[in-house]
C-alpha cells in the first residue's frame, strides 16, 4: 500500500547514485535492470505500472526504457518522495497516481506488466495479486516482476504504516529491530528497520511466501527468483505467446546456487556492518563515562590527597596515580 524503506531509508542506485543510497545498500531495483528490462522487451511490453516508485530511481530507468519503446509508465506511491515529484514535472510519459496500491490497483488500467515494490509484507502483497487476478480472465494475468522476494523480506514482514494493516492479517511486530541473516528473531545493531515482524519464517509471513501462495493454486503460472540484490520475482503466464522467451532470459538465473552465495554473503558483510557500527558506538559511549569518572576523580581533593600519601609510600620515582589518569585521558582523546 505505500513504499516500504529501511529505518536509514537508504534507497537508490548502488552503483549509479551514491548520494541516494549513502549507506550503500543497493536498495533499488534499478540495480538488476538487466534482467528486468530483458524481460519487458521479451513481453512486447508497451505499459508498466511500478508499484511502489518511492524516490524514482528505477522510475527513471523505465522512463529511459519507455523513450526508446514508446511505452506508458505509470508510477504508483501514495507518498512519493521529492525526486520523483520533480521526474513526474520533468518527463510528460510519466503518469504519477498517489494512492494506496490496492485502491490504485482496482481501478487503472492494467498494463501489459506490472513491477510490485511496495509495502513488504505478506497481506499487501496478497492483497495486490488478488486485484490484478479479479480483473483478468484466462491467459491475460500481466507480466509480473517484484522486488524484496530474498533476505530479509522474503520470509519476514515489515510495515511502512502498520495501522493500516488489519490487526488479524499482522505478524507480531516490534519497533526498531535490527535483522540479521539466519538470525530468525532480531539482532541489536542490524539492519535497521521501523516495523517488523518479531520472527521471520512461518506462515503468511514474507513477501516470497505471499507469491508463492498465489501462484500454488495456479498451475498455468511460474515463479522465478533471481537472487540479486534483495531478491527480483518473476512471475508468468505459460499460456502467453512470449513465456518461451521469459523462461529463456531468467531459467539460468532461477535460483542458481552462485548467485545464491554471492548475495547471501552481500547481506551478511551488510548487515554485519551494521553490527559492527553498534558495538562502535557502544564502546565510545563506555569510553565518554570513564573519562567524566576520572576527570570527576583528578578534581577530587580526597583522591589528591590519597595520591600523595602513596607516592610517599611508592618513592618519588614511582609514577603517580594522576600522572597514571592524564595518561589514559590522552588516550581516550
Not at 278 to 299: C, F, G, K, T, V
Request: hydrophobic share 40%; aromatic share 8%; proline share 8%.
Amino acid at each position: 500500500m505505500a513504499t516500504d524503506s529501511p529505518e536509514d531509508d537508504p534507497g537508490g542506485l548502488t552503483t549509479n547514485s551514491p548520494g541516494t543510497d549513502p549507506a550503500r545498500w543497493g536498495h533499488s531495483l534499478a540495480n538488476a535492470i538487466e534482467f528486468v528490462l530483458p524481460c519487458l522487451d521479451a513481453a512486447g511490453a508497451r505499459s508498466v505500472a511500478e508499484i511502489g516508485a518511492y524516490a524514482g530511481d528505477f522510475t527513471l530507468r523505465l522512463l529511459d526504457w519507455a523513450a526508446d519503446t514508446d511505452a506508458r509508465v505509470i508510477a504508483v506511491d501514495p507518498l512519493p518522495a521529492e525526486p520523483l515529484i520533480r521526474l513526474e514535472a520533468d518527463r510528460p510519459n510519466l503518469v504519477l497516481i498517489r494512492k494506496p496500491s490496492h485502491e490504485a490497483l482496482a481501478t487503472i488500467d492494467l498494463p501489459d506488466a506490472l513491477v510490485i515494490d511496495g509495502d513488504h509484507n505478506y497481506h499487501t502483497v496478497s492483497e495486490e495479486l488478488w486485484i490484478i487476478d479479479e480483473r483478468v480472465s484466462g491467459s491475460d494475468m500481466p507480466l509480473l516482476i517484484f522486488h524484496d522476494v530474498c533476505w530479509p523480506h522474503g520470509r519476514r514482514d515489515t510495515y511502512y504504516t502498520p495501522d493500516q494493516i488489519p490487526d488479524e492479517e499482522r505478524q507480531p511486530m516490534v519497533e526498531g529491530g535490527g535483522l540479521f541473516p539466519g538470525e530468525p528473531g532480531l539482532m541489536p545493531g542490524g539492519l535497521p528497520y521501523k516495523w517488523a515482524a518479531g520472527q521471520e519464517g512461518g506462515p503468511r509471513n514474507g513477501v516470497l511466501t505471499a507469491i508463492e501462495d498465489f501462484v500454488s493454486g495456479k498451475p498455468d503460472l511460474r515463479l522465478a527468483v533471481i537472487p540479486v540484490f534483495f531478491g527480483v520475482g518473476i512471475v508468468w503466464d505459460t499460456r502467453q505467446p512470449w513465456s518461451d522467451a521469459i523462461a529463456e532470459i531468467v531459467g539460468p538465473v532461477d535460483r542458481n546456487p552462485v548467485l545464491v552465495r554471492l548475495e547471501a554473503n552481500r547481506v551478511f558483510h551488510l548487515a554485519s556492518q551494521y553490527v559492527q557500527r553498534a558495538r562502535l558506538e557502544q564502546q565510545r559511549r563506555r569510553s565518554a563515562e570513564i573519562e567524566i569518572l576520572l576527570r570527576e576523580l583528578l578534581a577530587s581533593s580526597a583522591f589528591r590527597k590519597a595520591d600523595r600519601v602513596s607516592q610517599l609510600r611508592r618513592g618519588s620515582s614511582s609514577t603517580s596515580w594522576q600522572e597514571q589518569i592524564e595518561y589514559l585521558l590522552r588516550d581516550l582523546d
